[in-house]
């Protein structure tokens, strides 16, 4: 079974893109896999759905964490406070999805929002 570790940035896709990308992990994945949100990502959409600036991120950052509990998703602990480097370390054990061009480049394999309507390995 291969684990999938959405970054903070990509679980705010439903709020700001309207991509169910559950249904495109459904789509581009040819294995089992299972979705396992990391506490660090989960307390950073937690803070912005109370502090961030701009409403539409507040509000993306709730729809986030509503999907999270109605999907019933797994929580993790990492040793890592810090999100970027707790994905960067668990990208050997399985795919890290984010949108972030610096993760991208200290992980090399992920899953990624193309053109803002479709998910894709890259």
Same mark, same amino acid.
């Given at each position: 079974m291969i684990t999938i570790y959405p970054d903070t940035n990509f679980l705010l896709i439903p709020g700001q893109f309207k991509v169910d990308i559950f249904a495109e992990f459904e789509r581009i994945m040819d294995k089992p896999f299972e979705i396992i949100i990391i506490e660090p990502v989960y307390q950073e959409l937690l803070k912005l759905s109370k502090t961030a600036d701009k409403g539409a991120d507040k509000a993306a950052a709730s &729809?986030?964490?509503? &999907?999270i509990n109605q999907k019933g998703l797994k929580r993790e602990p990492t040793s890592e406070d810090y999100a970027d480097d707790a994905l960067a370390r668990l990208a050997s054990d399985g795919l890290i999805a984010t949108q972030d061009q610096d993760l991208k480049r200290r992980i090399g394999e992920v899953i990624t929002l193309i053109k803002k309507q479709y998910l894709k390995i890259i």
């Open positions: &729809l986030a964490i509503q &999907l």
